[in-house]
Nanobody
């Protein structure tokens, strides 16, 4: 069982920055960030593997960076140049096994989410 607790959400103006954190009880091979806007399906944002591989959704490439602090067991999502369309509930997720992608159905463990609201 892996416990995930997100934090760092809040309100930010368009063009600003925000850093989300996910405290994990233990690491798994694949950990990622997902988001869900009102009235929309949950979608993948970025993932990070134990061997350092990262991948991003096209909508956030060049603006968001996923990273982790092994000593603190924290997964981060640095959000820069945020846009109105980045407004969503952001979730941290984890899965065991060697397969990693932004397909949310692959992920077993989920946090409770942290809200990000971008205003103009």
């Amino acid at each position: 069982q892996v416990q995930l607790v997100e934090s760092g959400g809040g309100s930010v103006q368009a063009g600003g920055s925000l850093r989300l954190s996910c405290a994990a009880s233990s690491w798994t091979y694949c950990m990622g960030w997902f988001r869900q806007a009102p009235g929309r399906e949950r979608e993948g944002v970025a993932y990070f593997t134990n061997v350092g591989t990262t991948s991003y959704a096209d909508s956030v490439k060049g603006r968001f960076t996923i990273s982790r602090d092994n000593a603190k067991n924290i997964l981060y999502l640095q959000m820069n140049s945020v846009k109105l369309e980045d407004t969503a509930m952001y979730y941290c997720a984890a899965r065991h096994g060697s397969l990693c992608s932004l397909n949310l159905s692959l992920f077993t463990y989920w946090g409770q989410g942290t809200q990000v609201t971008v205003s103009s």
